[in-house]
C-alpha cells in the first residue's frame, strides 16, 4: 500500500495548513519515504509538522524539474546532518526564464538559488538522465521521450545553456513511478512533456502493469481543447483506478477531468492524504 500527503499544492482548505503556487508530496512506500518536490519555500516543512510528518527523515529527495515553484524548498529541508540522496537531471540548474508574450519582459523561473551555496545539499545530488531504481520497485524515469504526436513542448521557455539562450525542451522533467501490488503509481510535477507521453514512457518501463494512481501536476490549462479532449480520453481509456490533478493543472481543466472520470478524479489539495 501506498500512502502519500500533499504537503505543497496552490489549494488549502484546511485550517493552520498554508498553500503556496508549487508542488511538494509526501510518499510512503513500506519503510521507505520519499519527497517528491519542494515546492517555493518552507511551507512544506510548515506543513509536515502541522500534519505531524518528519520531513527531515525522509529516505530520498526527488525533484521532478528545475523550476522555482517545485525546487525552492529544497534550501529549507530541515535535517542538515542528515541530507538523504538528491535525485535530479543535470540540466535541472541551469538558468531558465519564462515569456509568454513578445512584449513581456523574460521572468527567472528557474532554480532560486545557487546549489554551489549549499555544499551540505550539492554533496547529495545524484543526476538522472536515466531511468533509475532508487529502491526495490521505485524509479526515477529521467528523460521523458516524445511518444505521443498531439503534445508538444510548451512554447515561451528558455535556457542558457554554453552561454546561449535557447528554447527549453524540458529535457530535466522526470517523474516517479513505483511499483506496489503488482501495479504502478506514476507521480508528475508539471507533465511539461505532455500526460500522454509520460504515461506511455512510464507504461514502457514497467510493461504489462496497470497504473493504480496519477498524481500530477499536467500544465493543461491553456492548451487546445482537442488536446485536453484526448487527454482525458486517453485516461478514460487506461482505465486509471485515482487521477488526482495538482498545482498548474488549471481549474477548468480539473473541472473537465472530474466530470468525465467522475469519482475516478480526486480534487486534493494541500493537507489532503490519500491511502492507495
Known amino acids: ?114 546549489i554551489s551555496d549549499y555544499v551540505w545539499l550539492e554533496e547529495q545530488i545524484i543526476h ?31 535556457i542558457k545553456k554554453d552561454g546561449k539562450m535557447i528554447h527549453d525542451m524540458m529535457l530535466d522533467e522526470q517523474m516517479l513511478i513505483i511499483e506496489d501490488d503488482g501495479e504502478i503509481a506514476i507521480f508528475l510535477g508539471c507533465s511539461h512533456p505532455g500526460v500522454i507521453n509520460s504515461i506511455k514512457y512510464a507504461k514502457k518501463l514497467f510493461p504489462g502493469k496497470n497504473i493504480k494512481l496519477l498524481m500530477a501536476g499536467m500544465h493543461l490549462n491553456n492548451v487546445s481543447p482537442i488536446r485536453l479532449q484526448m487527454t482525458i480520453q486517453y485516461l478514460l481509456d487506461l482505465g486509471i483506478k485515482k487521477v488526482i490533478p495538482l498545482h498548474c493543472t488549471g481549474f477548468g481543466a480539473m473541472c473537465e477531468i472530474k466530470r468525465f472520470l467522475k469519482d475516478t478524479c480526486l480534487t486534493l489539495c494541500t493537507g489532503d492524504k490519500i491511502q492507495v
Request: glycine share 8%; aromatic share 8%; hydrophobic share 35%.
Open 128 to 158: 538522472t538522465a536515466r531511468p533509475l531504481e532508487i529502491a526495490e520497485g521505485i524509479v526515477v524515469s529521467g528523460e521523458i521521450p516524445c511518444l505521443s504526436p498531439v503534445e508538444e513542448v510548451p512554447k515561451g521557455f528558455y
Open 1 to 114: 500500500m501506498l500512502k502519500v500527503c500533499i504537503l505543497a499544492d496552490d489549494r488549502v482548505r484546511k485550517r493552520g495548513i498554508l498553500a503556496e503556487h508549487g508542488l511538494s508530496l509526501w510518499i510512503e512506500k513500506d519503510d521507505k519515504s520519499i519527497l517528491f518536490d519542494t515546492g517555493q519555500t518552507d511551507v512544506f516543512y510548515h506543513n509536515a509538522r502541522k500534519l505531524g510528518i518528519d520531513a527531515g527523515s525522509a529516505d530520498f529527495i526527488v525533484l521532478s524539474h528545475g523550476h522555482y515553484d517545485h525546487t525552492g524548498g529544497l534550501a529549507c529541508f530541515p535535517n542538515r546532518s542528515k541530507v538523504p540522496p538528491i535525485y535530479v537531471h543535470p540540466d535541472a540548474f541551469l538558468e531558465k526564464y519564462a515569456c509568454t508574450d513578445d512584449d513581456e519582459p523574460s521572468r527567472d523561473v528557474g532554480v532560486p538559488f545557487s
